[in-house]
């Protein structure tokens, strides 16, 4: 026994200065960066598809989800509430921006200052947020009711054994996207005029269509997504776990957490699993 503590105690040290080193590198991504901090899985890409009560495999590092069992309007009745956020509205506006996949040319505007050509990144940010969810206790009841179904506890089951997450969508996150230059390109043209400004927008709104492949709509003098979309997920606080597991399995929002998950149910679960008195089924989420 004291030898199985030492190899756990040696996988934690060398894991954990890896797992703080790789936690403080930057995502890269400030929408996703504040849907992690706001407690939502980012959706990528956004879709229209995913329904609260739902059981979904969640991959290791949560950028993907695949559907187990759907919760229709039978399962959910009338638990789901929706209701707009300015709270998290504004925190997209200040923080919450990712780059569009689109650029063009205002070298032409900025008469020669900069060059034959100027080229700026389109980015966007999130507006007109809604938030929908369902109590967690009428999610409970929604997840025996679709665990109930063969088909459903098979796949759910099943893919406990791999390397992500069984979870149960909780709340989820819709909102159309405003595309925008970013801040110094907008600075070098806030003198420019009324009629220049329009053509600028003009130009964004084709190269969003061109080279991102989204349709644009322009509202009172904003460039919108022609839809809204769901761009994040809350699952229940516990997703479901192997009847052995002694740690709650929980989707992690950092390299840390991924990699101190990894250390936890790969290294130290095998050699201290429950033991058959300990054992229970797989809690509901």
Known sequence: MRLRYLVILSAIVVAAPLAVYLSQKPGGDQLN??????????????????????IYYIQPDGTH??????????????????????ELQQQFERKGQAAAGASFDIGWLLKGDFGDKYVVKVNYS???????????????EVYHRLMDHPECSKMANQYLRAAGYVCQVASILSATAEFKMDRDSESKLSTSSNEAASEVKDLMKQAVEAQAKQEVVSKEGRLLAGK????????????????????????????????????????????????ADEAQAPPGV
């Open 65 to 86: 989800f695949h559907p187990i069992c759907i919760a229709g309007k039978d399962d959910v009745g009338e638990a789901v509430r929706k209701s707009g956020s300015i």
């Open 33 to 54: 960066d504040t849907l992690w901090d706001l407690g939502f899985i980012p959706r990528t890409p956004p879709t229209t598809l995913m329904t609260v009560g739902s």
């Open 228 to 275: 809204a979309l769901q761009y994040g997920a809350m699952v229940t606080p516990m997703c479901m776990a192997p009847a052995t597991a002694r740690f709650a399995r929980t989707v992690p929002s950092t390299r840390f957490g991924r990699i101190w998950n990894y250390v936890l149910f790969n290294i130290v679960e095998p050699i201290l699993p429950k033991q």
């Open 126 to 140: 999130l507006t007109d947020v809604q938030v929908e969810e369902i109590p967690l206790g009428i999610n409970s």
